[in-house]
């Protein structure tokens, strides 16, 4: 249980352009889902919180504009990455709580590395 | 400020026992998590403390000590698959995970 997916794996793309990537809970419902990028050596850095149906919550220096975050059902959270630039390739894990409980385990999907060249 | 502290590297050999320490700075504190991160995959869960003690969890096991702000995750009987970056998180008083920079652990046969 507590699968979380993660869509695309792997994308590369040219400067300028926008990228989505789909987070999905696939056995359970996730009120709230979280979205990570991770540099190579270096921890997790948390970009913004996500709940279903509301705005998500950007970590300070994470420009909302460019992250855009939708949180349209309790199973599915995207995050477009707007006008991407080589400084935003980077690895993307978004996480999902399976319960309503704050400090209930988050579960991790697979990642999406994301290269702007 | 909020902080957290874990060896950048560590080496073990296969079969044998290694511990993992984290040292914590939060505040407030709602648990302590620990992950396991192979390289160019995405956390997996491994364990989550929040009472002073020991967990056990087959080879792994993972301590707590609250007053002291400190943790760490044992691996016994390692194994080369075992090979991979841990990561300590502590949970804050607004239960948000602050993260540690992970440990890479490495395997010698």
């Known amino acids: 249980g507590a699968v979380v997916s993660q869509h695309p794996s792997r994308v590369i793309c040219k400067s300028g352009t926008s990228v989505k990537i789909e987070c999905r809970s696939l056995d359970f419902q996730a009120t709230t889902m979280f979205w990570y990028r991770q540099f190579p050596k270096q921890s997790l850095m948390l970009m913004a919180t996500s709940n279903e149906g509301s705005k998500a919550t950007y970590e300070q220096g994470v420009e909302k504009d460019k992250f855009l975050i939708n949180h349209a059902s309790l199973t599915l959270s995207t995050l477009t990455v707007t006008s991407a630039h080589p400084e935003d390739s980077s690895f993307y894990i978004c996480s999902a709580k399976p319960g309503l409980a704050d400090t209930d385990t988050q579960y991790f999907g697979p990642g999406t590395r994301l290269t702007v060249l | 400020g909020q902080n957290i502290d874990q060896p950048t590297e560590m080496t073990a050999t296969e079969g044998a026992i290694v511990q993992i320490n984290c040292t914590y700075q939060?505040?407030?504190?709602?648990?302590l998590f620990w992950y396991q991160q192979h390289a160019g995959e995405a956390p997996t869960f491994l364990s989550y403390n929040v009472l002073d003690g020991l967990e056990e969890k087959g080879r792994f096991s993972s301590f707590l000590s609250r007053s002291k702000g400190y943790s760490y995750l044992l691996l016994k009987e390692l194994q080369m698959k075992d090979s991979a970056s841990y990561l300590c998180?502590?949970?804050?008083?607004?239960?948000?995970?602050?993260w540690g920079a992970g440990t890479k652990l490495i395997i010698k046969p």
């Open positions: 939060t505040s407030g504190f709602n648990g």
């Open positions: 998180a502590a949970m804050d008083s607004n239960y948000q995970l602050i």
